[in-house]
């Protein structure tokens, strides 16, 4: 009887180790993975392209708006009165936010 809970115990301690040894490999190679991860996340936004800059920003503005209208209001008899109005906007601009050398200095 005393043989069997040696062997008992034997294969308890065996299991016990291989699981330290197993998790102590993953916290070793934490480390590595991590910065695996990080080069593959970095390596596919390089291929994306250029990202999204705000002191590299232009735009051209153009709106245009055209409003007419008529109004007729009979009154009576033989009382009308007949209203038109008509009102036209344009706007044409540019912009850009920033300076682009003062950007470029910086990286």
Known sequence: MF???NKRAQSTLEYA????????????????????????LRQASDD????????????????????SSNE??????????????EQSQNRMSNETVANFVSEDWVQ
């Open 3 to 5: 043989i069997r809970l």
């Open 17 to 40: 180790v291989i699981i330290a040894v197993v998790v102590a490999g993953l916290v070793a190679m934490q480390v590595y993975i991590k910065r695996g991860m990080q080069g593959r």
């Open 48 to 67: 994306i392209g250029e990202q999204f800059s705000p002191g590299h920003t232009t735009g051209n503005i153009v709106t245009n708006s055209t409003v």
């Open 72 to 85: 007729e209001v009979t009154a009576g008899v033989n009382g009308s009165t007949t209203t038109e109005s």
